[in-house]
Structures are given as C-alpha cells and as structure tokens.
C-alpha cells in the first residue's frame, strides 16, 4: 500500500512537468494542409446532408461480446463499426444550410493544427450523400473535433476546428 502511495506520489509530481502546458495545448495553429481531396468530392454543390444526434460512446464499444447492441434506443449505426450511434434525426439541410455548414466544414481556414487535451465525443453528426457515396461527418464540440469518415468507417479527414467557427457550427446545429 505504501508502494503505491509513493508511486502515485511521483506520477503525480512528474506527469504535468512532461506534458506542454495548457495554453500549449489551446493555442490555435494555422493548419497547414489542404482538406483532403476525397473530402472536398462532398463540398460540391447538390450534395444532400442529413443531420443527426448521436451518443458519443463509439459503436465498437457495444459490437461483439454484446449481441444486443447498446443499451439505449437508436436511429441508426452511422460510419461503420468504429462509427457512432444515432439517437434522433434532424431535418434534412436546405440548399442555403448547406452551404452554410459546408463552409465551415470544407474551408481549411475554420482549422488549427492544434489539438485539445480531451477524447473526442460527438454531439452530432452530419451525413453528406453525393454521386452515389456516402460520407459521415462527425462533430465534437466540446474538443472542437471533426472526424469525416466514409461508409466503411474509414477516415477520409479529421481535424480541430477553430474556436470561433465551432460556435458558429454549434449554434447553427442548435437551431436545426
């Protein structure tokens, strides 16, 4: 028991003394890379967007050992396995609200390169069907994360949006 005490005692003192600070971490970094082209194949007009609720548990949690699925009710299974699950679905986006929300999904200026000390857990979710595919954005505004996966649950981009433009994002969403 002493042990322990003791070892928890130098975790303690050491852990912050080997992270970056804080204001590190928040500090907002122009993002210097493009969105990727896959992504961008989305951004262009005629896509149709539908909104959703979700459960910020990923779905992996509740798929295997767990035949009978997560223990609360659900919509849908969107972005695979790795994906999330649906509570409630919103309105499908008129043209005008799409391009709203396209343009600060798809315009690399809403990113920084910096990344919050926090797991990501969406508040929603926002299906973009274009040509035939599918494509999953999720949406965490609390570490400001985005995660664009593909119907298989693949990663097509990712990112942390800045603060200002998830607000942004968060409000419009809040008034769906």
């Known amino acids: ?6 070892f928890l005692g130098i975790y303690v003192t050491i852990l912050p003394m080997m992270l970056p600070s804080c204001a590190e ?22 896509a149709e967007v539908e909104s959703f609720i979700v ?5 992996i949690n509740y798929i295997g050992g767990n035949k009978m699925g997560p223990p609360f009710d ?4 969107l972005g695979g396995k790795f994906g999330f699950y649906a509570t409630s679905r919103g309105p499908i986006l008129r043209e005008d609200q799409v391009n709203v929300v396209s343009e600060l999904l798809f315009d690399r200026k809403h990113y920084t390169d910096s990344h919050l000390a926090c797991i990501f857990t969406p508040q929603y979710a926002l ?34 949006i800045r603060t200002k433009s998830a607000r942004r994002l968060s409000d419009f969403l809040e008034s769906l």
């Open 1 to 6: 028991m002493v042990v322990r005490i003791i």
């Open 25 to 46: 971490w928040n500090k907002e970094i122009p993002r210097t890379s493009n969105i990727s082209a896959e992504a961008m194949i989305y951004a262009k007009n005629g």
């Open 55 to 59: 459960n910020g548990t990923m779905a």
């Open 74 to 77: 659900y919509v849908e299974l």
């Open 127 to 160: 299906r973009y069907s274009s040509s035939g595919k599918r494509m999953v954005v999720f949406l965490g505004t609390g570490c400001r994360m985005i995660n664009m996966v593909d119907e298989n649950g693949n990663i097509v981009e990712h990112g942390t």
